[in-house]
């Protein structure tokens, strides 16, 4: 038997020896008795070979991990396909590359840079910039552009950084207000992890995994209600994900 079998088999003994001698003492004032060096020994017994076997399956989990930590950290650096980063397959992953561009296409507030050339200058009484043009930051809603007086949109960057010991961000709760929104994300974990932006389950931005480093995900965002996860197999499932509210 495996180091697991024999573990769950020692807990077993010594609940229903816990309960036998609970049994026992109750209906016998005289027990253990002259039994009592047997009893201590009994436990004795189970409960060294319940840690030893429990100390052992862990580490067996550790290598374990350690290894597919290993293979996915090797996929990366030489440029394979893991599969995909998200079990839903979404843009990332494999077909992060192909999907990126047109996930940031239908990303709300999202619109292509009109090139203009510098004799345009500014528009007399339209409120225009002197350049001309416009770039993402100062687009309207719908992705159209502004040509009235009205301020740019809100520019709002968010901290993340995922747990250096257990699969987690170190906040599930991130608000923002509508436009440009920036998480600058932190992983000081050996165990690459990710960020990426959905609504309704569609994958609005996001980057490749990273260990041990920094990166940052932009999304234009109108206001309503986001998540962002990890999307590394396995991690978000294991409780790497959270709410962005954009007001």
């Not at 076997?53 to 090797?74: P, S």
């Not at 990332?92 to 047109?102: D, N, Q, V, Y």
């Not at 990426?196 to 999304?219: C, D, M, S």
């Amino acid at each position: 038997m495996d180091n697991e079998t024999l573990f769950y088999a020692c807990g077993i003994v010594l609940a229903l020896s816990a309960l036998v001698v609970s049994f026992v003492g109750l209906k016998s004032a005289k027990f253990p008795g002259k039994a009592l060096p047997a009893v201590i020994l009994w436990f004795a017994v189970f409960v060294i070979g319940a840690t030893t076997f429990a100390v052992r399956y862990g580490v067996e989990e550790h290598e374990v991990h350690a290894a597919e930590y290993a293979e996915f950290n090797e996929k990366l650096e030489k440029g394979e396909s893991v599969g995909g980063f998200s079990n839903e397959g979404g843009a990332l992953g494999g077909e992060r590359e192909e999907g990126e561009e047109e996930a940031e296409e239908e990303a709300p507030g999202a619109e292509e840079e009109e090139p203009v050339g510098p004799t345009t200058g500014s528009k007399e009484g339209s409120g225009g910039s002197g350049k001309g043009g416009m770039t993402k930051g100062e687009q309207g809603p719908q992705g159209s552009s502004k040509s009235g007086g009205g301020g740019p949109q809100a520019s709002t960057t968010l901290q993340l950084a995922a747990d250096p010991s257990a699969l987690a961000f170190d906040q599930t709760e991130l608000s923002a207000k509508a436009g440009k929104v920036t998480i600058d994300f932190n992983n000081p974990s050996p165990i690459p992890h990710n960020v990426v932006i959905e609504q309704n389950g569609k994958e609005l931005a996001g980057f490749e995994p990273i260990a041990e480093g920094e990166e940052e995900v932009t999304a234009e965002l109108k206001a309503g209600t986001y998540t962002f996860f990890c999307a590394v197999p396995g991690h978000r499932e294991a409780g790497m994900e959270g709410t962005l509210t954009v007001k």
